[in-house]
């Protein structure tokens, strides 16, 4: 009685994920202890996998333990890697399909890690409905072990059926299937319910309570053969198999139900559940004998219904009611499909624990981004008052003005700013860096396009084929899937225009001051000579206006160090929310990044905020301040054009200097952009490689599957063969409709004797066949031979031994009025062919039987079937 199904187990073709995995973690994390400690990491998923899926799994719990703890890790780095751009492509094999002589079995290749952990999935289902089926149920510990590993294997498929088509976000095959992997859940429910009909019964429990666990079972069988009754993919004993189970199990129910009516006094109840019983176990035995063995239950019904009849005969004589009229037996479940929750294993330990998720990793980007943001905001705005005040001071000539009291010799800042400009590296560092600048800009631009461009080849390649094989070619469009990896090398091209467009705004501001910069880079005679002398100004030295005015340029230059210090303070400033990400994360399911963000940013930058706002305030003014003495600065001047000839070139080696600073640092940080763009660059092009790659192997699996599959397919186009020709005898009217059974050993008919070769038919021209005279038959049997009747029973169609053509599919049964080789030789009328129903076809005159076999011409070999 106890034959139970079990699944087979999924293949899967070997996969590196150690390769792509580590490109990732030596990316993102940096050189350390905890990149080792992943790489490490890598290593032992790969080792994992192989165990799991590598090699043939015992039918044991250890080895079952070994997919649960891959699947649990898959699980677990899910959210932690970013699959859809690693490209890691995963094949597997459909687990019901045996292959065909012309290719591989079918097999699906996705770059989705929700895919692998599906088909590891069902591989943890299958290997458990193998382990229950391969336990001991004559004992209590072989019970309980197959009824947890049914409800196991039954859980998981459900769990598959749930997910399947949102992991996979395209058909499956069709083990994986909703449909099929429902079916094979009901199965396995089902099964584990039988397992505790039997520990009931060897535990000797209520003939209620084992009856109603049975009856139980035959309605999970029921339901599990009414899914199965349409899965073509499911092997071919499973359907009869399911139907036995059903019938043995109502059988069942119903012989421990008779059981309680015997203790009811109910003697005809009985003898009606017994008798009902055994036409249940004969049915199970006349259809279903290849599959299980019904004879112990049967003998059991049998001995039971002969005792009760005979009590009930010679004793209570109580009337036997129909079986219609008989109360319906209850039902009670005992089992429940096992819900899969991770971690499945006891044992599990998340090999990346101290990683954080990708939605984790996502969030502290942008909120390092945001950071980035406002830092820049709060020093950009105190460079660029620094900028204005250098702007305004070198516009009133100060503090020159005030050093050039006596019209003749350099002023003190000047020289300051002529050593400083020779100390960076003058003009000849200034040019040097701008010539490197276009060699930069073109590697990188070399570097998109490439990058650009391996993409743009293996899209056209894919609609190529996408084209040639239409619905055929079923993987997604490159175009879709290249959508992020074209908006980020767009805005990399962007990137690229904004920066030629500073380096021209550099470039051009360089030319304007380059005179006077090369000027500041002369020595001190030099730098004398050039410039205009003029009247000395002794009167303004000792002047309560000149005294104010320095006073306001050194608050001024106070202010200028205060916002330096603030500058490294703001700089300085450090946090880390991953803490708070996973806090939120792990609470609502999600991050709001963006309000966790702004409040820790106001949280650590809100009184730098003030201190900057406090600081350009106090410079705006005192530049008020300064322009006022500086008017009258200038109104006590004795003016002339030699000392305004000279304020003018002072004026324009004060604003060289500023030029030259800020053109420097400018020129510097382009040529560390353009570097560190590179770096970006490469890692982008990578990507796009590797990508393709992928695509490249995928594309190379999937032309394979579709040139065997187009090699499995008919080269004619199939036929329908006559229901006369079917071996399948007819059903009886009113009768039951058997369940599918599948037949072994089946013998051939034996092939009839060969009828003696007729002699060659006469060289004749249609024509003359046309216009002869009619003859008779010289080969005519005797009168005492019966013309031949066409056959009653079906016989078997067989095709010529060379390609038939379309309109000549095989052979077909012929009226036996009808000769095809006649050539004109026998004058023989037309008789047109009848369908079934119709009156047979007449015979032709005793002197013109036709043969009774149709014959070939004598060269070539009789192929026909014979009668």
């Known amino acids: 009685m106890a034959t139970f199904i079990s699944v087979p187990l999924k293949k899967s073709s070997e996969v590196d994920l150690a390769k792509p995995l580590l490109k990732f973690v030596t990316a993102t994390y940096p050189p350390g202890e905890e990149q080792a400690e992943y790489v490490r990491a890598v290593d032992e998923l790969n080792k994992l996998r192989k165990s799991a899926l590598g090699r043939p799994l015992d039918k044991h719990e250890s080895s079952l333990e070994i997919l649960l703890r891959y699947y649990d890790q898959l699980c677990a780095i899910e959210p932690k890697f970013p699959f859809p751009e690693l490209c890691l492509t995963f094949t597997w094999k459909d687990a019901f399909d045996k292959g065909s002589l012309f290719g591989g079995s079918v097999k699906l290749a996705l770059a989705s890690v929700g895919y692998e952990k599906t088909c590891v999935l069902f591989n943890v289902g299958a290997l458990a409905s193998q382990i229950a089926s391969e336990q001991n149920l004559d004992n209590d510990e072989g019970l309980k072990t197959a009824a947890k590993f049914y409800q196991l294997a039954s859980g998981a498929f459900a769990h598959i059926k749930d997910t399947v088509l949102s992991a996979l976000n395209r058909e499956p095959t069709m083990d994986i299937s909703p449909e099929t992997v429902g079916t094979l859940s009901q199965i396995m429910l089902s099964q584990a319910q039988e397992v505790f009909v039997l520990k009931a019964t060897a535990d000797k429990m209520k003939d209620a309570i084992v009856a109603k666990l049975a009856n139980q079972a035959a309605d999970y ?8 009754q349409y899965k073509e993919n499911l092997p071919k004993e499973v359907l009869p198999v399911l139907a036995a189970k059903h019938c043995m199990m109502q059988a069942t129910a119903e012989m421990h139900q008779s059981a309680l009516a015997n203790q009811k006094k109910k003697f005809g109840e009985e003898i009606a559940r017994l008798q009902h019983a055994t036409e249940l176990v004969k049915t199970a035995a006349s259809r279903y004998d290849e599959y299980v063995n019904v004879k112990d239950l049967s003998d059991k019904i049998s001995r039971a219904l002969t005792a009760a009849k005979k009590d009930n005969d010679f004793i209570y004589h109580d009337r036997v009611p129909e079986v219609k009229d008989l109360e319906h037996i209850g039902k009670a479940s005992l089992v429940k499909a096992t819900a899969v929750q991770t ?33 820049n905001r709060l020093i950009g705005s105190m460079r660029e008052a620094t900028n204005l005040c250098n702007g305004v001071l070198a516009s009133l000539n100060l503090p020159a003005a005030l050093e050039d009291l006596s019209g003749d010799a350099v002023p003190q800042s000047i020289l300051e700013k002529s050593r400083a400009v020779v100390q960076q590296g003058g003009l000849q560092s200034i040019e040097q860096l701008i010539r490197d600048l276009p060699e930069l800009l073109q590697r990188n631009r070399e570097i998109l396009d490439e990058s650009l461009k391996i993409l743009d080849d293996e899209e056209t390649t894919d609609n190529e084929l996408r084209t040639k094989f239409n619905q055929r070619w079923n993987r997604t469009p490159s175009g879709d899937l290249y959508k992020s990896l074209r908006a980020e090398g767009n805005n990399f091209r962007n990137i690229l225009d904004k920066a030629v467009q500073a380096d021209q705004v550099v470039k051009e501001r360089y030319t304007a001051h380059c005179e006077m910069i090369a000027l500041l880079c002369k020595p001190e005679n030099e730098l004398s000579a050039a410039i205009p002398s003029a009247n000395p100004a002794k009167t303004l030295q000792g002047s309560e206006v000149v005294n104010v005015l320095r006073a306001q340029l050194a608050q001024l230059e106070e202010v200028k160090r205060e916002r330096e210090v603030l500058e490294g303070e703001v700089k300085a400033v450090t946090f880390d929310l991953t803490t708070k990400f996973l806090t939120a994360l792990a609470q609502d399911g999600a991050i709001n990044e963006e309000a966790l963000t702004t409040s820790e940013l106001d949280t650590r930058y809100g009184s730098h905020t003030q201190r900057v706002q406090q600081n350009l305030r106090r410079q705006e003014e005192l530049l008020s301040q300064i322009q006022v003495s500086h008017q009258e600065f200038s109104a006590l001047k004795q003016s002339n054009s030699e000392a305004n000839s000279r304020e003018d070139v002072l004026k ?43 695509r490249k192997t995928e594309r190379d699996e999937l032309l394979k599957d579709l040139q065997q599959s187009i090699a499995r397919e008919p080269s004619a186009p199939s036929f329908n063969v006559p229901s006369y020709q079917s071996n399948t005898p007819a059903p009886v009217p009113g009768g039951p409709t058997p369940a599918p059974r599948t037949m072994f050993n089946q013998q051939q008919p034996q092939a009839k004797p060969q009828p003696p070769a007729r002699p060659p038919p006469p060289s004749i021209t249609p024509q003359a066949a046309s216009t002869a005279a009619p003859v008779s038959n010289p080969m005519a049997p005797s009168g005492t031979n019966p013309p031949p009747v066409a056959p009653t029973g079906p016989s078997q169609a067989q095709g010529p031994p060379y390609p038939s053509y379309q309109g000549y599919p095989g052979y077909y049964q012929m009226p036996v009025a009808y000769n095809p080789y006649a050539y004109g030789q026998f004058n023989m009328p037309y008789m047109p062919y009848q369908a079934q129903g119709q009156a047979g076809y007449p015979g032709a005159p005793p002197t013109q039987q036709a043969y009774p076999y149709p014959q070939q011409p004598p060269q070539q070999q009789p192929y026909y079937p014979q009668q």
């Open 221 to 228: 069988y029921g339901d599990a053969f009414k899914q199965c």
């Open 343 to 375: 971690p499945l294993s006891q044992k599990f330990t998340d090999l990346f624990e101290k990683m954080v998720p990708m939605a984790v990793q996502q969030s502290v980007s942008a909120a390092n981004s945001r950071k980035a943001d406002t830092v």
């Open 652 to 694: 324009k080696l004060a604003a060289a200097h500023d030029s030259y600073i800020e053109i420097s640092s400018n020129i510097k940080e382009g040529t560390k952009f353009y570097n560190d763009l590179t770096e970006i660059l490469l890692k982008f092009q990578n990507k796009c490689s590797d990508i393709v790659f992928a």
